[in-house]
């Protein structure tokens, strides 16, 4: 924003402010306005919450346990603080003096007893309410009761305030989110302001200034890959809106909750570590296992989350394989130097590169590269890569130097499609991005079990110099009954001075057919951005129904979304409708997309949830690799059920 816009919306905002604020007593002080608050989130707030794992399955005696855990585990002493509640921690009815009041079963101590626990702990405590009539599980909320339930809040000892949007009558969202920004204020006590407006009204843009400490820029996360990939796409652009006391939320952590892999969760926290994202780790902290516990309490990737420098992490670079798999997030460090995470969003293990000048790093004859997770050092001359499997991150700290060992990388290159019994061949090779030679390199290739890998060479390397690169060639052979599928294919490359291990991987696919219904095929991959693929019904689990017709056949990944499946040039014609589901109401807006090997073959502009199905009728002939797209469009993905109905090939 603009100062000139600033000052604007500024003095819009006082004007709210004094029509709906609450007029100090003659004589006191007044209050701080929402644009002075107090600089409570100077770095991103760290904490848990309540929803991710438990939703309205909670009471007293888990947030006390999960106060003890976030000590007794190591997350208090790696600086989580907040010990936050969400929704369903109030009563079903207000006091008789209109006040909020807990739930007398799930916490009848009331929550200054719960404040008072957690604070004993050095710990703080957060509530949950809704900028609305209810919240979003129907208790009462706090639209048009701000001062009486900000004053409770203040003398219940509360510390953060998670203000949601629910049943919110389509009031402007300023107003409302004002009105309890002035309410907070005039309490007098610090209050970390919380503004969960699911990015519906760009609170990227105005949040900051009604007084919001952090600000949600999407609409809420889910455990699975696709969730966590839309959110991200989500934050493009949005840098410019981040800052010490005024942080872009990309919603909570999902690390830990077992709905997706280890190197998953990796990436997922690698990401909103670089993103400067408030991190709310949403697990159950009494009993997670010590790799999510290191997941969540890694001093380097918590150091780069804590550390403003100028702007918050963001994409510099994507590429890959025409669906931009492959990205590069970068952002400066305090110190001088850049961290940056390479980032594999496919299905199959891959190289991600960038170098130092494309992050920004001055010239210089050699840049130590510090690997966060690993915990090692190495030492390049410029290039900054490395091998990263399906689904993950590497993630490193880069600046002049020139302590450490050279830097090795591997990629592993291979047939992106073969049938169950074929033969193929695949290159591992090995470069030397350091200033020393490297010795002694030896080359070992893992397919899966049952699977046959004879080298085609030597698989050792006696000298690599400098800036040089080796291949090493391997046949490998899949049974005949290999399911369909991607599998991986792993390197492993020891030289001297170390080990690191390269990605790959090969997709064993059956061409299709007849007119099969795409809905009876499997897709190679699937990408959903929220909850899980519906086939032959909607993502909510009800018949596919889209503007009043009901369809038998279908698939509805909810979007952002992305299905891929394999046509293997034996198909002449894909046809399908594609809109969003009546489940939504009118509600919802999505860009539908058909790739045939990385080119457009078909859009249908933006749908929205009062439009009928777009017909489809695209020409494939000689299409290996069909994808079906589904984007968000310009609100958030909320109400995006997006469904690909009637779905069909014709095929050889």
């Known amino acids: 924003m603009n100062r000139t816009a600033r000052c604007a919306l500024l003095a819009v905002l006082g004007a709210v402010s004094l029509l709906i604020g609450t007029t100090p007593a003659s004589g006191a002080p007044a209050p701080p306005s929402p644009q002075d608050k107090p600089p409570l989130a100077p770095t991103p707030p760290m904490g848990w919450n309540s929803w991710n794992k438990f939703g309205c399955d909670i009471d007293e005696e888990l947030i006390r346990e999960t106060a003890d855990a976030m000590v007794s585990s190591g997350m208090a002493d790696a600086g989580y603080t907040y010990v936050n509640i969400d929704d369903c921690w ?56 701000e001062t009486t339930d900000a004053a409770s809040f203040a003398e219940w000892g509360v510390d953060l305030l998670k203000y949601d949007n629910c049943n919110n009558q389509g009031r402007p969202a300023i107003e409302r989110y004002t009105a309890m920004a002035d309410a907070l204020a005039a309490t007098g006590r610090d209050i970390v302001y919380s503004i969960c407006e699911w990015g519906s009204n760009q609170p990227w843009e105005w949040a900051a200034e009604v007084g919001g400490h952090y600000w949600r820029t999407t609409g809420d996360i889910s455990d699975n890959w696709g969730s966590v990939v839309s959110i991200l796409d989500q934050q493009v652009g949005l840098e410019a809106y981040s800052g010490p006391n005024a942080w872009n939320d990309p919603d909570m952590l999902e690390v830990g909750n077992g709905g997706m892999s280890t190197e998953e969760y990796r990436a997922h926290m690698s990401l909103w570590s670089l993103l400067n994202s408030p991190l709310i ?71 991600v590169a960038t170098t130092a000048a494309d992050l920004g790093l001055p010239g210089a004859a050699s840049y130590e590269m510090r690997d966060l997770w690993a915990d090692t050092t190495t030492v390049t001359t410029g290039n900054v890569r490395a091998s990263v499997p399906a689904h993950g991150a590497k993630m490193f700290v880069v600046a002049p130097g020139r302590r450490g060992g050279p830097a090795v990388t591997t990629d592993v290159r291979t047939a992106g499609y073969v049938e169950p019994g074929e033969s193929f061949t695949t290159t591992v090779r090995v470069t030397n991005d350091g200033r020393r030679a490297v010795r002694d390199v030896r080359v070992a290739l893992t397919a899966p079990a049952g699977w046959q890998v004879r080298p085609d060479g030597s698989t050792s390397v006696r000298v690599l110099p400098p800036g040089r690169g080796a291949g090493v060639d391997f046949t490998v052979t899949a049974p005949a009954g290999a399911p369909n599928g991607t599998h991986d294919l792993t390197a492993d490359v020891r030289h001297r001075g170390g080990r690191l291990a390269g990605y790959g991987a090969v997709t064993i696919a059956t061409t299709p057919t007849g007119t099969p219904w795409l809905s009876d095929l499997g897709p190679v991959s699937a990408q959903v951005g929220w909850g899980e693929l519906g086939v032959d019904e909607s993502v909510d689990g009800n018949p596919l129904t889209i503007a009043g017709v009901t369809y038998a056949k279908g698939i509805a990944p909810h979007a952002a979304s992305e299905m891929t499946y394999y046509l293997g040039g034996h198909c002449t014609r894909f046809t399908a409708g594609a809109g969003i589901d009546d489940e939504v109401g009118d509600r919802g807006s999505v860009e539908f997309t058909v790739l045939g090997d990385g080119a457009v073959l078909a859009e249908t502009g933006l749908v929205t949830g009062v439009d009928p199905a777009v017909p489809l009728d695209v020409d494939v002939t000689g299409v290996t690799e069909l994808v079906l797209a589904a984007g968000v469009g310009p609100d958030n993905n909320n109400y995006d059920h997006s469904e690909w109905v009637d779905a069909k090939l014709t095929c050889a």
Not at 307 to 322: C, P, R, V
Not at 335 to 351: E, H, I, K, P
């Open 281 to 351: 780790a949403g697990n159950d902290l009494r009993s997670m296992d010590d790799t999510t516990r290191a997941l969540l309490t890694d001093p380097d990737v918590i150091a780069v989350n804590q550390d403003w420098a100028g702007t918050q992490g963001h994409k510099i670079a994507d590429s890959g394989n025409g669906a931009g798999d492959l990205e590069v997030w970068a952002k400066p460090t305090s110190a001088g130097g850049a961290a940056v995470v390479l980032f594999n969003r496919g299905a199959t293990g891959a190289q």
């Open 90 to 145: 109030m009563a079903p009815e207000r006091d008789a003096e209109g006040r909020l009041q807990a739930d007398p079963e799930r916490f009848p101590s009331g929550i200054k007893a719960v404040a008072d626990y957690v604070h004993a702990l050095g710990l703080k405590l957060g509530v949950y309410s809704s900028a609305g009539t209810a919240t979003c599980q129907g208790l009462p909320a706090s639209l048009d009761h």
